[in-house]
């Protein structure tokens, strides 16, 4: 995409051309008064560099910061490409329509646009059914504008630094506050586009997200989420994104779980609004961040353009105890360190001091003696090492070090590494700025804190491992498919035998049951299946909480006993089932979430599923390593792998079904609100379903 610097009619760009690369803009409510947002529109436009034509609106003054006014966007002479209206609320819908009727591109407006429009209705309702119906872009309202550093364009009436550099990073914020943070960031860290999205009336951020993505400049992408209000199109963007190869780090806030109206399952009930983003930006490849420093530090490190090889990490520090820390956060973060080869502990071990661990992660300081001839030898050596795909030199940066002769002249040495090179400070306040810009200026990302630190490598490196990307499993036959969706259609409550039948006409194995509603059919049902058998009560979903279940039954005359009592409380119909031999319990589910649709969600099994709460979910549908993903990420992983003795789990049988529940969301998630299979149990055999629940949506 090329973006003119020279003046170019609005008619002639897309809206968002208009907005963000505008060469003509009229600043409606533009005043010579000191201070008002009005007066800042301007002095940012002016002194931001901007080359483009500035006509400023008021009819009260007839100049403002030396350019003539006109009284209103009435008067005119040519379309220009961006409006912003920094006018009150009571006066957006005039603006609206006039700007419109001048044939203008795109509109940025500050204030919150709350309150009623002329004929009634909402006023942001009515603003947006103005711009959408001329089909031009806005930015906001309730949002602090934009910066297009790169074009010098600065649509923002709020101060901002009086210069700024361009760089690789695009911004996108549904904070203001934050918008305006980064640029007054003291890092380095420069951008090409930052953006305060607002409201989002018209234009979202999916939209900025594909055009910051498709800017030649952009090497990284930062979203500060409270919503995705339209999920497909950000699918979209964020998956051209990783056709590219550009990532996108994304804080996003609003985790504490929401009721839902529709958990009438277990999966529904542990779903939850975080789980399902979680999802989403798995599935789509977002680095998940979960504060501002791990933004930063994220977002610096992928702005370097370096890029991880597929490994582990390898670390140099100047301290034992900082050592330890790293380790400890390393493992509560799930950051790989790299297992470095007998060769490289040897060189290690021929240039540490005596009584040092030649290991990863290095402690290299000893008495001093020589240090920063250890430092360089040890960062090259773990360079070097075929499991390291990224080096962090960890040390404070504290403003006693002499930086010519010290860590400076070490990382100077060294960055013409194979591997990206991070210096990893572990108190943000310690760090001296002028050491900290230096190693910037070399392109060397300084990250600032233990935790953010690491976050930022742990996403560099995720980066390099390869994505699980196989097929997904072939469903069944259209026409199975087809009666499963007719029969969803009706609405009406669907059996516990149904949904066995529908979770194994799927593939998913189930164990071998039969219904009956009188004492003739569940002594022939107990009879074929052959004893032991279990017996369970078809009228109610959540079983044990009725006692309506009864296991082990052995003979006839336990059947007898067992059916009398379930029916005489709970009702005649029951499931008579196969008694599945010994395994890890483990529940697999469907939910629909509001936004992002159908969810395959995996976790602990059994009667405790809620309480424990130990789920992962994904977009479907997918193949069996998307389905190993979810399950290694469970806690009860190392159980199901064979810990304390036990014999290991058949994990591949337990992807298999994973992969065809998926398959069950992809076909027929439009039709269920919700579906539980639990338990499964997962034996060193195999893996099989017991109990099924659908809800029809």
């Known amino acids: 995409m090329t973006h003119p610097s020279s003046p170019t009619p609005a008619l002639d760009r897309t809206p968002l051309e208009a907005l963000l690369w505008a060469d003509s803009v009229a600043v409606v409510g533009a005043s010579p008064k000191h201070p008002s947002v009005g007066n800042r529109v301007m002095t940012e436009l002016l002194g931001g560099g901007f080359r483009g034509r500035v006509i400023p ?113 695009a911004f996108l914020s549904h904070s203001g506050s934050l918008f305006s943070a980064m640029l007054h960031n003291q890092r380095r860290m420069r951008f090409n586009l930052v953006i305060s999205t607002g409201q989002e009336i018209v234009t979202t951020m999916d939209a900025y997200l594909e055009h910051a993505v498709s800017l ?65 930006f798995r599935a789509h490849r977002v680095h998940r961040v979960d504060s501002m420093d791990e933004m930063a530090d994220t977002l610096e490190i992928f702005a370097a353009g370096r890029r991880a090889r597929p490994g582990g990490l390898g670390a140099v520090h100047d301290s034992g105890g900082e050592r330890t820390l790293l380790i400890d956060t390393a493992h509560q973060l799930g950051v790989p360190l790299a297992v470095i080869s007998e060769q490289s502990k040897r060189q290690l071990a021929a240039v540490l001091e005596p009584g040092l661990e030649p290991e990863n992660p290095v402690d290299a300081w000893g008495t001093g003696h020589g240090s920063e001839g250890i430092f360089e030898e040890s960062i090259r050596t773990l360079a070097a090492d075929p499991a390291v795909g990224a080096v962090a030199f960890c040390v404070d940066l504290t403003s006693e070090e002499h930086p010519a002769e010290g860590y400076l002249g070490v990382v100077d040495r060294i960055v013409d590494l194979d591997v990206p090179l991070a210096v990893l400070t572990n108190l943000r306040s310690g760090i001296d700025p002028a050491q900290a810009d230096h190693l910037r200026s070399r392109g060397v990302p300084v990250l600032e804190g233990t935790r953010p630190g690491l976050v930022a490598l742990g996403h560099l490196l995720d980066r390099a491992r390869p994505r699980a990307n196989s097929l997904p499993p072939a469903g069944p036959d259209a026409a199975v498919v087809d009666r499963w969706r007719r029969r969803l259609e009706t609405g009406e409550p669907v059996t516990e035998a149904e949904a066995l039948s529908l979770v194994a006409d799927f593939g998913i194995p189930v164990i071998r049951f039969a219904a009956a ?86 976790a602990a099994g059994g009667t405790l599923v809620e309480l424990l709460a130990d789920r992962s979910l994904a977009v479907p549908p997918f193949g069996t390593d998307v389905a190993g993903e979810l399950i290694e990420r469970l806690s009860v992983a190392p159980v199901l792998a064979g810990a304390r003795g036990r014999p290991p789990a058949d994990l591949i049988a337990l992807a298999s079904a994973v992969a065809r529940l998926s398959v069950v969301a992809a076909d027929l998630g439009d039709l269920i609100a919700g579906l539980d299979i639990n338990p499964v149990i997962v034996s060193e055999i195999g893996a099989v379903a017991v109990d099924a629940l659908v809800v029809p949506a």
């Open 57 to 169: 609106v008021n009819p009260s003054h007839a100049e403002v910061e030396g350019l003539a006014t006109i009284p209103s966007l009435a008067d005119l002479d040519t379309p220009v490409d961006l409006a912003i209206v920094a006018v009150a609320d009571h006066r957006l819908e005039e603006q609206f329509i006039l700007a419109i009727a001048t044939g203008v591109g795109a509109i940025t407006v500050f204030s919150p646009a709350q309150g009623e429009a002329t004929d009634g209705t909402p006023l942001r309702k009515r603003l947006a059914q103005l711009a959408e119906e001329a089909g031009i872009a806005v930015c906001g309202p309730n949002g602090m504008g934009f910066v297009n550093v790169e074009h010098s364009l600065r649509a923002t009436g709020f101060y901002q630094p009086a210069t700024l550099e361009p760089g690789g990073i």
């Open 216 to 280: 030649p400049s952009t090497r990284v992408v930062g979203l500060f989420l409270e919503t995705v209000r339209r999920p497909a199109e950000m699918a979209r963007a964020l998956d051209v994104a990783a056709a590219i190869d550009v990532p996108v780090v994304a804080l996003k806030v609003g985790r504490t779980d929401h009721a839902r109206a529709a958990a009438a399952t277990h999966s529904g009930a542990l779903a939850g609004e975080d789980a399902a983003y979680d999802a989403f």
């Open 517 to 602: 509603d009188n004492l003739t059919g569940v002594v022939k049902a107990a009879e074929a299946i052959g004893y032991p058998v279990a017996l369970k009560t078809a009228h109610a979903d959540h079983k044990t909480d009725v006692a309506g279940v009864r296991l082990d039954l052995s003979d006839l005359a336990a059947v007898e006993a067992a059916y009398g009592d379930l029916s005489g409380r709970l009702g005649p119909e029951v499931i008579v089932q196969a008694m599945a031999t010994g395994g890890v319990e483990i529940a697999l589910g469907l939910v629909r979430d509001d936004q992002f649709g159908p969810l395959v969600m995996v």
